[in-house]
């Protein structure tokens, strides 16, 4: 562990027999706990993608972290297996979008620029008649936003955004406050959480590394473009635990500081953060329930209130007492 990241509990060495450090999986185990960005085309729905990363992979469950309508393109990560367990905690991360939106009628430049600074910040938003969620009045934040380019009734922007936000809503709500009225033309979303659009690989390219694999028995392009789930979680602070600690996570206990090893300085009372094995392997996600400061004087006690458990039960032997 690198000292100026992680104040140290206690120093331990994993025991070889148990688990696996996520870049030495077996390339079944690899697909099954790992995750793959897709730059979605113009056409299928989000569902229609992750059906055939599914067909294309032969595995038996996949899931999206936000669901992208047919006619709009980009940054989409598909989980495999074992992974869709973090699908809900990518779709809460921020999004980031290029958009060009197309004015009803002629707006001068200033005019356009003041309106958008207006609208960053917090805004209510209620969800367009199409969508799939319940039709209520929600207060949702832009981060930035940022007129890239504007050429007659057409304006290219990008807006970086809360998870949950309608662009398609936000251009409508853009017109009619320019009293011109708008609608949006085309949408690319390009980064989902941590993950950009060099990221991202075609459909093309996964069916051809998974041929290259499964009829030549070659793995590299495969492991190129499918990433340990792992990475998903690499910005969030991290508690790296004891193997004795392990199995009794993985059937839901809430970490005690008996069972830590080193704590990310940065964790905070509050913050979602990130189990891991001494390996490196990602055990569940949970809510710390101190700084990593009040962690180190802690001589007994909870540290973490899990929230998702990721690892299968089983993985590391079953040692940890519940007196602890």
Same mark, same amino acid.
Request: some cysteine.
């Given at each position: 562990?690198?000292?100026?990241?992680?104040?140290?509990?206690?120093?331990?060495?994993? %025991?070889?027999?148990?688990?696996? *450090?996520?870049?030495?999986?077996?390339?079944?185990?690899?697909?099954?706990?790992?995750?793959?960005?897709?730059?979605?085309?113009?056409?299928?729905?989000? *569902?229609?993608?992750?059906?055939?990363?599914?067909?294309?992979?032969?595995?038996?469950?996949?899931?999206?972290?936000?669901?992208?309508?047919?006619?709009?393109?980009?940054?989409?990560?598909? &989980?495999?297996?074992?992974?869709?367990?973090?699908?809900?905690?990518?779709?809460?991360?921020?999004?980031?979008?290029?958009?060009?939106?197309?004015?009803?009628?002629?707006?001068?430049?200033?005019?356009?620029?003041?309106?958008?600074?207006? &609208?960053?910040?917090?805004?209510?938003?209620?969800?367009?008649?199409?969508?799939?969620?319940?039709?209520?009045?929600?207060?949702?934040?832009?981060?930035?936003?940022?007129?890239?380019?504007?050429?007659?009734?057409?304006?290219? &922007?990008?807006?970086?955004?809360?998870?949950?936000?309608?662009?398609?809503?936000?251009?409508? %709500?853009?017109?009619?406050?320019?009293?011109?009225?708008?609608?949006?033309?085309?949408?690319?979303?390009?980064?989902?959480?941590?993950?950009?659009?060099?990221?991202?690989?075609?459909?093309?390219?996964?069916?051809?590394?998974?041929?290259?694999?499964?009829?030549?028995?070659?793995?590299?392009?495969?492991?190129?473009?499918?990433?340990?789930?792992?990475?998903?979680?690499?910005?969030?602070?991290?508690?790296?635990?004891?193997?004795?600690?392990? %199995?009794?996570?993985?059937?839901?206990?809430?970490?005690?500081?008996?069972?830590?090893?080193?704590?990310?300085?940065?964790?905070?009372?509050?913050?979602?953060?990130?189990?891991?094995?001494?390996?490196?392997?990602?055990?569940?996600?949970?809510?710390?329930?101190?700084?990593?400061?009040?962690?180190?004087?802690?001589?007994?006690? &909870?540290?973490?209130?899990?929230?998702?458990?990721?690892? %299968?039960?089983?993985?590391?032997?079953?040692?940890?007492?519940?007196?602890?």
């Amino acid at each position: 562990m690198r000292a100026d990241r992680f104040i140290v509990i206690e120093e331990v060495e994993s %025991d070889e027999r148990y688990g696996c *450090h996520p870049s030495k999986r077996s390339i079944e185990e690899h697909i099954k706990k790992g995750f793959v960005c897709i730059d979605k085309p113009m056409g299928p729905t989000s *569902h229609e993608v992750v059906v055939w990363v599914r067909r294309i992979l032969g595995v038996q469950k996949t899931g999206h972290a936000g669901t992208l309508d047919p006619r709009v393109t980009g940054v989409l990560p598909v &989980f495999i297996e074992t992974a869709t367990k973090l699908v809900k905690f990518l779709q809460e991360s921020g999004k980031e979008y290029v958009c060009l939106m197309r004015l009803h009628s002629d707006v001068a430049e200033g005019k356009i620029n003041e309106v958008f600074r207006m &609208f960053t910040g917090k805004i209510f938003q209620k969800p367009p008649l199409k969508s799939a969620v319940k039709k209520q009045l929600r207060v949702r934040e832009i981060y930035s936003m940022e007129v890239i380019e504007i050429y007659g009734r057409d304006v290219l &922007f990008k807006v970086s955004t809360e998870s949950g936000t309608y662009i398609r809503k936000l251009c409508k %709500d853009l017109g009619e406050v320019l009293g011109v009225g708008a609608h949006m033309q085309e949408l690319r979303r390009t980064r989902t959480g941590i993950f950009k659009e060099e990221d991202c690989y075609t459909l093309q390219d996964l069916l051809d590394a998974t041929i290259f694999w499964k009829e030549d028995g070659e793995e590299k392009y495969l492991r190129e473009i499918i990433k340990p789930m792992e990475t998903a979680v690499a910005e969030i602070p991290k508690i790296v635990i004891k193997d004795t600690a392990v %199995d009794a996570i993985c059937h839901g206990a809430n970490l005690s500081i008996k069972g830590v090893a080193y704590i990310e300085k940065t964790v905070k009372e509050g913050d979602k953060v990130a189990i891991l094995t001494a390996k490196g392997e990602l055990v569940a996600l949970g809510k710390a329930l101190m700084t990593a400061e009040d962690m180190v004087e802690l001589k007994k006690g &909870f540290v973490v209130d899990l929230e998702r458990v990721v690892m %299968d039960r089983g993985v590391y032997p079953s040692v940890w007492k519940s007196s602890q």
